[in-house]
């Protein structure tokens, strides 16, 4: 299992002119993401055909269960059940893959938010280096279902242009092929979603009552007026 610990990290929410919003679907909660990265590990081969999780969820229940925390079994029994789990509906980010002490520029930033973006929708659009500086930066604040610190930061982008699918884009395994061949590819975690931004805002106010993260508040224009603001899960007077 993944250890979730405190850390600090950029993404991009992205809006286009026809009111929608770009949204990740996460197909399956992280302790069976964390069981698919092991698998990579172990070499294990990836089946000739497509393989879907109860393939492999004998093996999971044997030899990842065991070691589960208590909050991993419960989003895993949320999961059976067909319900919402941690972070089901949620915005591309990740960490920084340069030293923490290094200054690190607003542009620099927003490039490698743009590459995790890339990377987990499989879309990219057009911006110029001057626009950077003007996107708002909002930063939200708040503690995981495991119990550590989470700072995430999220660029707004606008009525985007030029918002394309890649023919085909996985940082993990670049191949000629659309096909899934590890078990370390992102579509077998996310699922990239252009919703109404409506629809959106109210997804991701169901999950509140899981985890107060505040991400529904990035949906709507109210953070459009404000750069660099911070929200913190008490901030319970947005809502």
Not at 127 to 138: A, H, S
């Amino acid at each position: 299992m993944a250890n979730h610990k405190c850390c600090t990290s950029y993404g991009i929410v992205v809006k286009t002119e026809c009111k929608r919003i770009m949204v990740l679907r996460r197909k399956v909660p992280y302790c069976i993401q964390d069981f698919f990265h092991r698998l990579h590990k172990k070499k294990q081969p990836w089946p000739s055909s497509p393989s879907l999780f109860f393939d492999v969820r004998a093996q999971f229940e044997d030899e990842w269960m065991p070691m589960m925390k208590k909050h991993e079994l419960e989003d895993y029994k949320r999961y059976l059940k067909g319900e919402s789990y941690e972070d089901m509906y949620d915005f591309p980010h990740g960490q920084l893959r340069s030293k923490p002490k290094e200054k690190i520029s607003t542009t620099e930033l927003f490039y490698a938010a743009y590459r995790e973006f890339q990377e987990e929708t499989g879309f990219h659009f057009k911006f110029t280096k001057e626009e950077i500086e003007d996107y708002p930066l909002v930063t939200l604040q708040y503690t995981g279902l495991d119990g550590s610190f989470y700072k995430q930061n999220y660029f707004i982008v606008n009525d985007v242009r030029g918002l394309k699918r890649h023919v085909y884009f996985n940082s993990f395994n670049k191949s000629s092929t659309g096909q899934v061949t590890s078990w370390n590819d992102d579509r077998l975690i996310y699922q990239s979603l252009l919703l109404p931004i409506e629809v959106a805002y109210r997804k991701f106010t169901v999950q509140q009552k899981m985890r107060s993260d505040l991400k529904h508040l990035l949906c709507s224009n109210y953070l459009e007026r404000f750069y660099g603001c911070t929200l913190l899960d008490k901030d319970k007077d947005y809502e």
